[in-house]
């Protein structure tokens, strides 16, 4: 059924401010050192012709030779990917994941690239200033975790000890000293799934309570100013992937096997957040599909209510433990994209977009926060291109929105449907009215606008009507880099109070 959308500016009700950072972005640890990643789909598999498949008759850890690759470190000097970033204004820049958590930092060199015992990889003197570097370079803020795996609690000891901040504080005083100190920071990336992000074996939710307090206490009175940001847990309070009969999707328990809940990483005397934290996949990629299949969703269900539903579901199942936590404090989404393991093969084309936009436009009218997207440029859900830095479709559409809306939020009235996403917030020019995100997700019917006045619009749709295009249209104007790098033409075109149409499988943002 086709659905009719009417516009109407009186009607728009002030929820809250926005975070004007809302649309940050990742760089993983193991892009800074180099290091095992996943490995890129092939052309094939992102156009949907090429079928994935990996082996896994001798267990998912014997599969991981397939599914990962070894990658040198990032250039963060590039002039093309420090330009791109750039772009997208003053944003915060996560450097952490599973990565972070292993990592010894050698800032003084003396480890010659040597990995001291207990842990996974070193982090050099040049890698560590070419992050400081990068962030300066495009005016954001930093924010990491730190480093909590066998070697920073004693190799072999159990029961395992407290942890201790003598890594950390070789990071953050480098940092400060630099002249790029550490705004903000969570203790461990995923801490709910305990062994397989880092910890030592025999670590508990118990150890977990204990050492955040420890980090809270540390970072407090040495470094006041940097935000404490945390749990930082992934699928253990909120569904991931298909419904299942008593509504929500499968948990990490069903990535991992030994993990748990916010509850229990926070204990009966919880540390004290400044911002709630947490990641939201909407289940898990090709590359584990066949491992956990109720975790993954097809390709041709991506533009369902269900599937676009996941990070609104996550953002209401995680708001009460915000508020239980860290009362008034903001949510953070420190890790967002389509699914775990890297992305799916269509993450890198259009189809994702509907998503990116829904999760944006859905979580903001939610809560004030920010998203963090996993990644500016590696694996194939990342806004660049890892070897080309070539701009994918969602960088455009994140372009976008931070260009067009302000922080202001509002509530337009509108129930979410099948063809109907809307979305309201301020105009980022600061100019009386708002700016609408209408999101057009069925794949047959066209949905109707109705205007109250003339405005702006930017349509968005995968080049030629191919839903899993790598290049994305605006206005029909294919967005690509022109000669020396140029961002291509991103004005929108004028448009008369009265009716227009949305295609299917469309986003536009409409400037009233």
């Not at 090429?50 to 002039?79: C, R, W």
């Not at 066998?150 to 504080?169: C, F, L, Q, S």
């Not at 008034?328 to 993450?347: L, N, P």
């Not at 259009?350 to 990644?375: C, K, M, Q, W």
């Amino acid at each position: 059924m086709a659905e009719t959308v009417k516009l109407s500016l009186e009607n728009l009700k002030v929820l809250h401010e926005q975070n004007p950072a809302l649309m940050s972005y990742n760089v993983e640890f193991a892009e800074v050192t180099g290091g095992t990643f996943w490995k890129a789909y092939t052309p094939g598999q992102i156009a949907g012709t090429e079928e994935f498949h990996v082996d896994i008759s001798g267990g998912l850890t014997a599969a991981y030779k397939d599914l990962m690759q070894i990658y040198p470190p990032i250039n963060l000097y590039d002039e093309k990917l420090r330009k791109l970033a750039k772009e997208f204004g003053p944003v915060w820049v996560r450097v952490s994941g599973t990565w972070a958590t292993k990592t010894y930092y050698d800032l003084d060199d003396k480890m010659e690239g040597k990995v001291p015992e207990g842990y996974l990889n070193t982090l050099t003197r040049k890698q560590w200033i070419g992050v400081l570097d990068f962030v300066k370079a495009v005016g954001a803020k930093l924010m990491v975790s730190v480093s909590a795996c066998p070697g920073v609690y004693g190799v072999n000891e159990a029961p395992v000890p407290p942890w201790t901040p003598v890594e950390a504080e070789k990071l953050f005083r480098f940092s400060a000293d630099y002249g790029v100190p550490i705004s903000g920071s969570e203790f461990v990336n995923e801490p709910n799934m305990l062994a397989e992000t880092g910890f030592p074996q025999g670590y508990t939710p118990a150890d977990h309570a204990r050492d955040q307090k420890i980090f809270e206490k540390w970072l407090k009175d040495n470094y006041p100013d940097c935000l404490y940001i945390g749990p930082c847990s992934v699928g253990s309070d909120a569904g991931m992937g298909r419904p299942t009969e008593k509504g929500a999707g499968g948990g990490v328990e069903a990535l991992v096997g030994d993990s748990c809940n916010t509850s229990a990483l926070m204990g009966s005397d919880p540390c004290h957040l400044d911002v709630f934290s947490y990641h939201y996949y909407n289940g898990v990629s090709e590359r584990l599909g066949s491992v956990m299949p109720q975790m993954h969703w097809l390709a041709q269900e991506a533009h369902t209510e269900d599937y676009l539903a996941v990070a609104i579901n996550s953002a209401k199942a995680y708001g009460p433990l915000r508020d239980k936590y860290c009362p008034g404090g903001e949510m953070w989404v420190t890790e967002s994209g389509d699914a775990g393991g890297g992305g799916d093969t269509w993450a890198s084309t259009y189809l994702d977009v509907i998503r990116t936009l829904n999760e944006a436009g859905g979580f903001s009218r939610e809560t004030p926060g920010i998203i963090f997207h996993n990644t500016l440029a590696a694996s194939d859900y990342a806004y660049l291109d890892r070897v080309t830095h070539d701009p994918r479709p969602n960088y455009f559409a994140v372009l976008l929105w931070t260009r067009l809306m302000g922080t202001t939020v509002y509530d337009t009235g509108e129930p979410v449907r099948m063809g109907a996403h809307v979305y309201a917030q301020s105009r980022k020019d600061g100019r009386e009215g708002a700016v609408y995100l209408v999101i057009n997700n069925s794949l047959e019917e066209t949905t109707t606008v109705e205007l109250p006045k003339d405005g702006e619009i930017y349509v968005l749709v995968g080049e030629g009507g191919n839903k899993r295009a790598t290049t994305m249209t605006l206005n029909g104007r294919s967005l690509v880099l022109g000669e020396g790098d140029t961002l291509p033409d991103l004005s929108g075109k004028s448009v008369s109070a009265g009716k227009v149409e949305i295609a299917p499988l469309s986003c536009a943002f409409i400037v009233l």
